[in-house]
């Protein structure tokens, strides 16, 4: 079970987290909570959104009734502007569910405001406001990091307060199992 001692270490040390979750799915590529996490850092520390979705993806594949996935990769495809996936996947929670439903109407405001957006005269139109995201095709092996994690760990204590979230009503869930150590 290596893999797994490897992805609780990747959590320890953020600054070289994508080298000890590469291993680690090399050693278990179908292992859902590493899968998660390492979609969770590249979705909300390295802006990888298209990397992030792809393996938020192959964890839904992996179980797709795990709520703190899905509402990951909601919030991902929604930094991509892929609402009508974002919706498609919110209509398989409970209906009940206000946390669902606050990002059911998050995306849907979201996306009317793009269809709102008036052609201008230089030619713009909404295709081009949805293709217009940053990191869209952002697929680095390899992502660029300051080599001292002094300077980057400021970056990460402000990301982990609770109101630097990018949503303000509908946060980011790290899996349980990302925070235990195993011996």
Known sequence: MNFIYLANYADLLRVNAVEYYQKALKLN????????????????????????????????????????VATNYVLCLKELKEYDQAISLLKNFPTEDVMAQNLMKEIINAKIKVLEVPQSDTGNNIDSSLTDVPNRNRTDTEPDLPQEHSAFKPKIELMMKPNNYPSPSVQPLMHPSANMISN
């Open 29 to 68: 590529p179908t292992h859902p909570v590493t899968n998660s996490n390492y979609a969770y850092l590249l979705h909300m520390y390295l802006k990888q959104y298209s990397k992030a979705c792809e393996h938020y993806q192959q964890c839904m594949e992996f179980n797709s009734h795990d709520f703190i």
